[in-house]
């Protein structure tokens, strides 16, 4: 059978391969970029599914329009208006089956083949391979401690004439790093200087553990005369509340909307009415700013944990900057001591010893660092995070 | 903003402009497309949603396989072996979301930018954007009552060597049409003729109003040798059971499966899992069987009332074949009596006089046959029907 000669710009990813290591008995992962289940309000879902069917259930159940079920619109403009985006109507966004079908959503929307796209090196892995299925040629701006380098992604813009620029200030996947105001401030006047859509995807930025971050791309727009109509904003309930409901969001432009919603209506139709429905509902009871409190406070527990337990166990070996929110550690192998340097191979005797992470080098669309990892604290407790870290000491 | 070129393949469909006027007050609708909210078992899918979140929380909550939650895909399974699909085990399907995904999968998989895809004409609207967005070059077969004319079909494949050929084979959106089992056969047949994928769409078999129709194609393609591998099937929750939930599913040979999950990953990750693990206890809890005799008893009282209505209001002046399952009357204006044959024009007058339905001509893909309509039986009762069928008359 013959395929779509799309399908030639992907491949299976080296993560897969490592994960089907992962049923191994006894390992404990730092591998996944999943939240932790147990901390799921189940109760509080429950309440809202049954309220859902209860109070609507031709809503719930029937076909629904597909920029997404009115009072869950109306609860996330809600929700992005309480984080500083002024003038938030529920028209300006449309829900979407996750932050990935968003993505998805861009792709189509606005990639023809050959188009350059610029993203973080390092970025999400799913972003990469979701662009490139659209024909994307991915171009990769470096980043530090305070995210991308805003000199070089001027420069890339120049040199590239992107179709779209995609960051995620907030405490990026994979590299946790959180973008400072100041180069917020600057990469929406190049969005505007340039006139380059600049996508911001943000599905971590509830997750801080002490401050709260900037605000967003988006919240900051209305300092930066111009700049809001260059900034597409993908939410997502997955990682505060649950990922399993599928509910994200996409704010926009009215024109770019429009055309994202056209592609929507032929990929799904409209997200489960059900899930929104159940969304609106868990929304409108206010259980969600405790929920809030509650994850937050167990990052926090689990990312100070790891990071005592790298700096006990690997010392000098690894290097790392301590992440401010979100579910990761993104560390590089230093080499000092006649360590290793090489993320892949330290990957596999990780497995041996029984703890598992993910390299570093799959989430470079360009020149990858060999040296990276990613270390996930969202889904072991303290006490395993330590055990952990103390079988990747010995693994080194 | 410079949008993707493959968004010139499409338009904003005549029909939602239609759509529009249809929240006059007081209007009789037989434009939709959706089956009839009153119809939903809302008890049933209360109690499979609880038991979903009581039994396994974090099955239903936390991120899924994008080949789908394993238990619904035994379940669906088990679901296609009750209708006759030999051998079939979970492992031959993915869960979508809705079926529209899983026709938004074929394309993505299947169709680069110029390659000829072969529909009925008329056919299902979204599936020609859907394929257009990828860049198909749409072909179209003629139908008739027996659905699409195999003769025609042969020549086609011979003069367009077709990507794929997409069918909806049982009780047709727009057609009604059910394809005949001796055309069945012969297009398994010409499948392996001329190794070329048939798409099954088939999310309204189960609705029939009087025997059982024919076998899908993918159960009677184990008789027919070297079938299976070039027929791939979207089944659909949504006209028996709930649109909202979003739960559809493709079976296919195992390498176009694997290119579709790939591709799926990337457009939203997986199907909501809350949707999926109630529509697997649903499925468990035996309360199916009922739900479709029930649905099967209304949808047959509606179409023989709209039938005998048409009959008496609209004589002569109109031709059509009195549906045996689905949703759909299609209907062809004769002219006869000096009566009108421009179905668009006789649309506008039907709205003045309080009732709605679709034009025909969006739903070829290529030569509109412009005296065509598609009237939906579904959503009104039987009263309500003859009353609409009495304002059809008058405006015709």
């Not at 309440?47 to 719930?60: C, M």
Request: some cysteine.
């Amino acid at each position: 059978m013959q395929f779509a000669t799309r399908l030639d710009n992907v491949e299976t990813s080296a993560i897969r391969e490592l994960f089907k290591l992962l049923g191994k008995p006894g390992i404990i992962s730092f591998a996944g970029g999943f939240p932790d289940s147990a901390m799921f309000d189940v109760e509080g879902l429950r309440e809202a599914s049954q309220k859902a069917l209860a109070e609507e259930p031709g809503g719930a159940l029937q076909y629904g329009a597909t920029e997404g079920y009115e009072p869950l619109r109306a609860q996330l403009a809600a929700f992005e208006r309480s984080k500083g985006v002024a003038d938030m109507e529920p028209n300006q966004l449309i829900v979407t089956t996750g932050s990935q079908q968003a993505l998805d959503l861009i792709g189509k929307t606005m990639i023809s083949p050959g188009d350059k796209v610029i993203v973080e090196g390092p970025t999400f892995l799913a972003t990469i391979q979701c662009f490139r299925l659209y024909g994307a040629d991915i171009q990769s701006a470096p980043i530090d401690a305070q995210g991308v380098q805003v000199d070089r992604l001027e420069q890339l813009i120049v040199e590239h004439r992107p179709k779209f620029v995609y960051l995620i200030p907030t405490f990026g996947n994979p590299s946790g790093a959180l973008l400072s105001l100041e180069r917020r401030r600057r990469i929406l006047e190049l969005a505007v200087k340039y006139q380059v859509l600049v996508v911001e995807d943000d599905p971590y930025g509830d997750l801080y553990f002490g401050e709260a971050p900037p605000p967003s791309l988006l919240a900051l727009a209305s300092e930066v005369p111009g700049s809001r109509e260059w900034i597409a904003h993908c939410g997502s309930m997955s990682k505060v509340l649950s990922p399993g409901l599928r509910v994200g969001w996409l704010v926009a432009q009215p024109e770019l909307l429009a055309k994202a919603t056209m592609c929507k209506q032929f990929s799904d139709a409209h997200t489960s009415t059900f899930a929104q429905a159940t969304a609106a509902q868990y929304l409108k009871s206010g259980r969600m700013p405790a929920t809030l409190r509650n994850v937050r406070q167990k990052y926090a527990e689990r990312s100070h944990g790891m990071a005592e337990a790298l700096k006990r166990e690997l010392g000098e070996a690894i290097e790392f900057t301590e992440p401010k929110g979100g579910l990761f550690f993104w560390a590089r192998l230093s080499g000092r001591g006649g360590k290793p340097t090489h993320a892949g191979e330290f990957a596999r005797r990780a497995i041996e010893q029984g703890v598992a992470f993910v390299p570093g080098a799959p989430f470079f669309a360009k020149d990858p660092d060999l040296a990276t990892l990613r270390l996930s604290f969202a889904t072991a407790d303290v006490d395993k995070i330590r055990e952990g870290v103390g079988r990747l000491g010995r693994a080194l």
